[in-house]
């Protein structure tokens, strides 16, 4: 490990950059809940079937899934501001070739696209977020972050559904897409000027082999999980066969090159920072039910009690409100509480979850959604007091030289979580409604889901204390060195 490097100190004007980087952040998750209302007119239009909708939500999904690791090497290596330019600038390009898209093909096709520039954004914001901020400062950001993810989530079925009343059954699907291109085109501008210079990169060979060999792992889980979302075909689960193997490989290959201090894809000794695997493994354990859960709610909403695609996203904006509600607020209390905050916010989730199942069981017939808010708020906050101060905790000890790569590491940790909450407790939903109608029988599988779901929220909370008893509160600290000389 190299000694030498310097410990940047907070750079002037990083306030207004977070801006930029929140700016682009909100742009590609604007872009998936914005997507999914918009899903029965891009069929009506372009005379989609089932499967090609889902696709062109599964096919952003997958590619962005896919390359945040490879994303976080490249940043590290050739400049965070550069691959930031370079993705939004695709993202924008993409986003206009989907709202001229002429068929569904074509669209399913730039949506890939605009998954891997996506992909490509995310981690260069982690990492910038970790070179122009310190200590309690750094939790704050991270905790602005986690508002943008809430806010994003909650805006899109609002701005959808207005894009589409504007433009009509035609055009308006399309202006989802197109409302991209004037947002990048400002932060390209902005980011020319107010992001930090791209320091100087030594010589680096990108581990091609590598990045193949973790993108095939990552698309076996990946694929399983949105596939299952369209057919609910239990024998996808053996696409978890060739992704361990492939798993094994890689990793065993990382260690080789480690050792030698070879330019790995991932420096192993990111796990010997005595924050970074706990909390790589929590990411793991608990987005399977942040994500899980709101999937059956929107299943539940429209198949159970005949609610509109729009009704069923605006019945879970409850959820998105309490995350944005409460992760700038966690963001300031981290270096405070340390990990005794990120235990009792699974805590939380796990309780609002519970009183979530408890109320589906009864199956209201009326105002469901507003039965359900009061639960759905306490998840969220739940979820908003976890994710931003596991991320700062899980980073606190990283040198920021390498923060692309350990944030990108994390993203694709978190993003398999989701996949495999999207699988197990999409599984075990269908498998309790399998043959029955109405909103009792729904509201039954709602709470079978959130039987799974606190299975692995206990899992998280689990390594939380785990971590808690073995190295204490452990409030961040300044970073040690893990950068290949």
Known sequence: MAADVPELEPAP?????????CSAMFMTLLDVSVTNVALPSIGRSTGADPSDLQWVISGYTLAFGMVPVLAGRLGDDHGRRRMFQVGVIGFAITS??????????????????????????????????????????RGRAFGVLGTTVGVGIALGPVVGGTLIALGGPGLGWRLVFFINVPIAVVVIALA??????????????????????LGAATFCVLFAAVQYDAVHDPRLAWFAVPAVVLLLVFWRRERRLT?????????????????????VLLAITFFPAQAGL?????????????????????????????????????GRFVTRLGRPLVVGAATAFGVGALALA?????????????????????????????????????????????????GGVLQTAQRIGLAIGQGVIGAVFFATVSGGQGATTYGHGVAAAVAAALCFVSLAIAIGISDLVRNGRRTPRAPTPTKVG
């Open 13 to 21: 004007g990083r306030w207004v950059a977070l801006v930029v980087c």
């Open 96 to 137: 206009a070739l989907s709202g001229v898209a002429p068929s569904v093909g074509l669209l399913i096709g730039a949506r890939v696209l605009q998954g891997v520039f996506g992909g490509l954004i995310n981690p260069q914001v982690s990492g910038l977020v970790q070179q122009l901020f310190r200590g309690s400062e």
């Open 358 to 406: 408890v109320v589906a069981w009864h199956g209201p017939t009326h105002h469901a959604a507003l039965a359900l808010a009061l639960p759905l708020f306490v998840m969220g906050c739940g979820s908003g007091c976890l994710i931003t101060p596991n991320q700062t905790l899980t980073l606190a000890d990283v040198d920021p030289v390498v923060g692309s790569t350990a």
């Open 294 to 330: 709101p999937l059956v709610l929107a299943i539940y909403y429209q198949d159970g009690l005949g609610y509109s695609a729009l009704q069923s996203a605006l019945g879970v904006t409850a959820f998105a409100f309490g995350s944005a509600v409460a992760a700038p607020t966690a």
């Open 192 to 213: 020319r000027r107010l992001l930090p210079d791209d320091p100087a990169q030594g010589d680096h060979r990108l581990d091609v082999l590598g990045a193949l060999t």
């Open 259 to 279: 050792e030698r201090q070879a330019d790995p894809l991932v420096d192993l000794r990111l796990f010997r920072q005595r924050s970074y695997t706990p909390g």
